[in-house]
């Protein structure tokens, strides 16, 4: 059974902040409130990846009137943990520039209002070698795929070696690969 990872949505002010407005939420009790989740959620997993997604009205004035569109923005991920801080200034600069490919060819739309301003934040498990997993009894039954019985953290390398050196039988056993003369 999958545990359901764990997702904390934190929203900044967002009833309609104008784009004067823009820079100074992160200097608001909103940061106060952000710090204090990552740093709560930081305690309780090694790392978390944190994502910000934000929407805002655009407007231009066009022969006939004004053109209102929305523009959705989303910053490449950061990941956190004790060996990585938060960058406000990436995840700013991030966002900069997205809305200026947005307006990079000459739209001369501006930013009138951030209508949403989301905070994702998620735990993050880095994938990373480690020893023995047992495989799933739907791949198993197939017969197609090696599985070394293992108990150290060498499972890449007993992998490799299960194909380079196919055994006449019981191929997931360690003992086939360790009289090789390479280790």
């Known amino acids: 059974m999958h545990k359901k990872t764990d997702t904390i949505v934190a929203v900044a002010a967002v009833a309609a902040v104008t784009a004067a407005d823009v820079y100074t939420i992160t200097v608001t009790n909103t940061t106060i409130i952000f710090i204090a989740v ?4 930081l305690s309780r ?26 523009g959705n923005f989303i910053t490449h991920p950061q ?3 004790s060996g990585y801080q938060l ?8 966002l900069d520039g997205q809305i200026e490919e947005f307006n990079k060819r000459g739209s001369n739309f501006v930013l009138d209002a951030v209508t949403q301003f989301t905070f994702v934040i998620t735990q993050y498990r880095p994938l990373a070698g480690s020893t023995y997993v047992p495989t799933p009894a739907n791949i198993e ?7 070394v019985v293992n108990d150290d953290n060498r499972c890449f390398e007993w992998a ?3 194909c380079l050196y196919p055994p006449k039988a019981n191929a997931n056993r ?3 690969y360790t009289n090789i003369g390479i280790l």
């Open 79 to 81: 990941l956190v943990s």
């Open 38 to 41: 990552v740093v709560l959620l």
């Open 174 to 176: 360690v003992s086939n």
């Open 87 to 94: 960058s406000y200034e990436q995840l700013l600069k991030d």
């Open 141 to 147: 039954k197939k017969k197609a795929v090696i599985n």
């Open 45 to 70: 997993y090694r790392s978390i990846r944190v994502t910000v997604r934000t929407s805002g009205a655009f407007s231009r004035v066009v022969p006939h009137g004004t053109q209102h569109i929305t």
């Open 160 to 162: 490799v070696l299960s």
